[in-house]
């Protein structure tokens, strides 16, 4: 059972394109969280998502981020018009109901 | 809504010593609680959880926590710490609703 995939691992982006991060759960979870940890900082939440539901964006920024979670294929984190405050390192976890959520290795984003 | 709080952003410790990482909480309910360890430029591995039962929980690498419902707590500890444990420390709450939060992180030093 392959963990968390994540890719890419590392985005570099110019300012105004957009950004799309790809995250694959283990197999048979349902539950994605998208968090993003800016340089010397903490994790901050971002999103949690189910099957074809958000549940909660209220850590996502009102404009520009955007996530799916599609019935089939990975969830997506997209970030349109990207800045330099984008830069950051983005992760992605999975859980099954209510055990311990397993993280990707991150994507690493970088706008230029 | 749940919250966790770590008080200390950043701890030096000498190698040998002991060590506690602070760790409080606010839910409405019994908290599923974690720790997590965040080593350079790697994702996020799962030290221990605690669901119900015992309220001491032993862990990987030697750690342990304590959940302190009183106190609303789940501190970590190691009894001697080792050079490789430098590294990024989460806690975190999770509970029925599936939904999941982690605290800002406490940096660990380890001075040789």
């Known amino acids: 059972n392959a963990g968390v995939m994540q890719n890419p691992r590392h985005l570099v982006r110019r300012r105004g394109q957009e950004a799309r991060l790809r995250c694959s759960p283990m197999?048979?979870?349902?539950?994605v969280y998208w968090y993003r940890q800016l340089p010397e900082e903490g994790l901050k939440f971002m999103v949690y998502?189910?099957?074809?539901?958000?549940?909660?964006e209220s850590g996502m920024p009102k404009e520009r981020f955007s996530a799916e979670f599609p019935k089939e294929g990975p969830s997506i984190l997209r970030i349109q018009q990207v800045v330099r405050g984008d830069s950051a390192a983005y992760f992605c976890?999975?859980?099954?109901?209510?055990?311990?959520?397993?993280f990707g290795q991150g994507t690493r984003l970088t706008v230029v | 809504a749940q919250s966790v709080t770590q008080p200390d952003i950043h701890i030096t410790v000498s190698e040998g010593a002991s060590l506690e990482l602070r760790c409080n909480y606010s839910?409405?309910?019994?908290?599923?609680l974690f720790w997590y360890v965040q080593s350079p430029g790697q994702g996020l591995q799962l030290l221990l959880k605690?669901?119900?039962?015992?309220?001491l929980v032993q862990g990987i690498k030697g750690f342990e926590a304590e959940f302190k419902r009183s106190q609303s707590s789940f501190n970590l500890r190691k009894p001697s710490v080792h050079w490789s444990d430098a590294a990024e420390y989460f806690c975190?709450?999770?509970?029925?609703?599936?939904?999941?939060?982690f605290g800002a992180g406490t940096r660990l030093t380890v001075k040789p």
């Open positions: 976890a999975s859980r099954y109901r209510n055990t311990e959520a397993f």
């Open positions: 197999k048979g979870h349902s539950h």
């Open positions: 998502l189910q099957k074809e539901n958000i549940i909660d």
């Open positions: 839910y409405g309910a019994t908290p599923y």
């Open positions: 605690y669901f119900s039962g015992d309220t």
């Open positions: 975190a709450v999770g509970g029925g609703n599936n939904d999941m939060r």
